[in-house]
T-cell receptor, first 111, second 115 residues
Framework: DSGVTQTPKHLITATGQRVTLRCSPR?????VYWYQQSLDQGLQFLIQYYNGEERAKGNILERFSAQQFPDLHSELNLSSLELGDSALYFCASSTLTGELFFGEGSRLTVL | GDSVTQMEGPVTLSEEAFLTINCTYT??????LFWYVQYPGEGLQLLLKATKADDKGSNKGFEATYRKETTSFHLEKGSVQVSDSAVYFCALSDLTWNAGNMLTFGGGTRLMVKP
C-alpha cells in the first residue's frame, strides 16, 4: 500500500460526458502528480500541483483540468470525453524532491 | 526535452535465467534515474534508483548502474522468478528543471517468466 488513494477504481461513461477523478496523497506529501497510461501513448505526465498551486504542466488537453485543495487532495476533471480518453489515470504524491508514490489508478472507459 | 528509451518487450525468460532490460536517456541537466515496476492490476512501485553517475541502485536482486558516459541505466537480475513477471519502467527526474521532480518515463518493458 503506497498510501495514495484514488477513486473511483473503475469508471465507464459515454462520449461527451464529464468525469472527476479524485486523489488523496500520502500524509505529509505536498506534491501531487497526474499521469495517463494508455496502450498507444505509454505513461504521459499530465500535471503537477504543489501545496495547492500548479507547478508543472505536461501533455494535458484543454478539455482536462485539475486542482489541489487546501486539504491537499486533488481532482482531475475530464470533460467532453472521447473514445481516445479511455486509459488508466494515475495519481502520485511526493515531497518536493523525494520519491514518487503512485496510487493504484482509476481506469476510465469511454463508450 | 528529456526522454527515456527502453527496449521493447515482451521479454520472455525461463525461471532462473539472467535478465537485462536496456534503458538509455537524454537529459539537459543532471538527472536522477529510476526503475519502477508495475504488477498486474496495480500501480507503479519504485524498484531502485540512482542519483549520480556511477551510482548503483539495487533492490530485490535487481541492479542498475548509472552510466553517464553511455547515458544508460540498464536493469539486471541474475536469476529471475515467476513472481518477477511485470512491466518495468525506466524513468528520469531532472531536478535542475524548475518543476519539482516530475518523472519522464520510458515506454515500459513487459517481462514474462515461465516456470
Amino acid at each position: 500500500d503506497s498510501g495514495v488513494t484514488q477513486t473511483p477504481k473503475h469508471l465507464i461513461t459515454a462520449t461527451g460526458q464529464r468525469v472527476t477523478l479524485r486523489c488523496s496523497p500520502r500524509s505529509g506529501d505536498l506534491s501531487v502528480y497526474w499521469y495517463q497510461q494508455s496502450l498507444d501513448q505509454g505513461l504521459q505526465f499530465l500535471i503537477q500541483y504543489y501545496n495547492g498551486e500548479e507547478r508543472a504542466k505536461g501533455n494535458i488537453l484543454e478539455r482536462f483540468s485539475a486542482q489541489q485543495f487546501p486539504d491537499l487532495h486533488s481532482e482531475l476533471n475530464l470533460s467532453s470525453l472521447e473514445l481516445g480518453d479511455s486509459a488508466l489515470y494515475f495519481c502520485a504524491s511526493s515531497t518536493l524532491t523525494g520519491e514518487l508514490f503512485f496510487g493504484e489508478g482509476s481506469r476510465l472507459t469511454v463508450l | 526535452g528529456d526522454s527515456v528509451t527502453q527496449m521493447e518487450g515482451p521479454v520472455t525468460l525461463s525461471e532462473e535465467a539472467f535478465l537485462t532490460i536496456n534503458c538509455t536517456y537524454t537529459a539537459t541537466g543532471y538527472p536522477s534515474l529510476f526503475w519502477y515496476v508495475q504488477y498486474p492490476g496495480e500501480g507503479l512501485q519504485l524498484l531502485l534508483k540512482a542519483t549520480k553517475a556511477d551510482d548503483k541502485g539495487s533492490n530485490k536482486g535487481f541492479e542498475a548502474t548509472y552510466r553517464k558516459e553511455t547515458t544508460s541505466f540498464h536493469l539486471e537480475k541474475g536469476s529471475v522468478q515467476v513472481s518477477d513477471s511485470a512491466v518495468y519502467f525506466c524513468a528520469l527526474s531532472d531536478l535542475t528543471w524548475n518543476a519539482g521532480n516530475m518523472l519522464t518515463f520510458g515506454g515500459g518493458t513487459r517481462l514474462m517468466v515461465k516456470p
